[in-house]
């Protein structure tokens, strides 16, 4: 049981925080004590699809003691033939059963070329039926959200279920830990556009690698809010390479709230000449602080 005096990281906590798990919390704990996972249910009187799931959150957090195994094999990836659909369809009744809930789910039918890729899915990457139809409604729903009006492609939902391969995503449970965090990274990332006005399109690549990297920096809103201004003070608009450089600032600097960044300013100290009055140094010291926020 959990009996030992325990520390956890700033940044720990925070993941912890944003996956609004209490399970995946508690088991985290329970782990950091040095108690086993094989006793944590007992222990914690959890049942085993509650500590399933808990433990699905602490690996997509990246808070687990070891990482879900790659699903993908080495070596070059296979090439099914239309022979190979055919033999699946007529002998594989799961398969079968999967084709149509696929086809259920994207409101069409498939040619052989997309079978060929879902015959893929099962046999190369080893998914279960159930996470390949989480994995469709995932892709459905991320494209809604992009503004698409069309349901995603095979192809499309192809280079997903790699990375899921790629992530050990092969149950349910994995699967709805992972769509859970991204959920609360996309919610993130949408109040941080409304910060910087950004409106009626999506992040380029580039923007979304800064905006992440400040959200993983534990920066509150209001934070993120002030580097903003003082950004478009300084530049006239949203520089993002300036912006970055304040923040980064601040973080190097502990700061995490809006209220540490004014505390930290009202600590600065500003030199006088032997006349009680600002230099000419002073005053170029000050006006290039100002210049970069």
Known sequence: MI??????SQNDVRKLLSAASPDAALLYIYLQCGNRQEDAEADLHLNASRLSCAGA?????????????????PGERPSYSERDVLEAMDTD????????????????????????????????????????????????DRARQRGSLRN??????????????ERGIDTVEEAAAFIQAQNVRNSRLHRLM????????????????????WLD???????????????????GGLNWAYMNKI?????????????EVR???????????????????????????????
């Not at 009996?3 to 956890?8: E, F, I, M, R, V």
């Not at 492609?153 to 192809?158: A, D, F, G, K, P």
């Not at 923040?247 to 600097?253: I, K």
Request: charged share 25%.
């Open 263 to 293: 505390g930290g300013d009202r600590k600065v100290s500003v030199p006088k000449g032997a006349s009680g009055q600002l230099g000419e140094a002073e005053l170029e010291a000050i006006q290039r602080v100002l210049r970069e926020g």
């Open 194 to 213: 409304n910060i910087l006005q950004i409106h009626g399109r999506s992040l380029t690549a580039a923007e979304e690698r800064y905006a992440q990297s």
């Open 247 to 259: 923040l980064q600032r601040w973080n190097e600097q502990g700061f995490r709230t809006a209220e």
């Open 152 to 165: 995603p492609s095979l192809r499309t939902i192809e280079k997903e279920a790699y990375a899921w391969a």
């Open 3 to 8: 009996t030992d005096s325990l520390k956890l």
């Open 57 to 73: 959150t602490l690996r997509q957090l990246g808070l687990a003691p070891e990482d879900r195994p790659c699903r993908i094999a």
């Open 217 to 235: 920096m534990g920066a509150d809103e209001e934070m993120i809010s002030m580097a903003y201004e003082r950004t478009c003070l300084n530049t």
């Open 93 to 140: 009744a799961s398969f079968r059963s999967l084709y149509g809930e696929v086809q259920r789910l994207l409101g069409r039918s498939l040619n052989t070329e997309e079978l060929k890729i879902l015959l893929g899915f099962v046999r190369y990457l080893g998914l279960p039926s159930d996470v390949i139809s989480v994995l469709v409604c995932y892709c459905k």
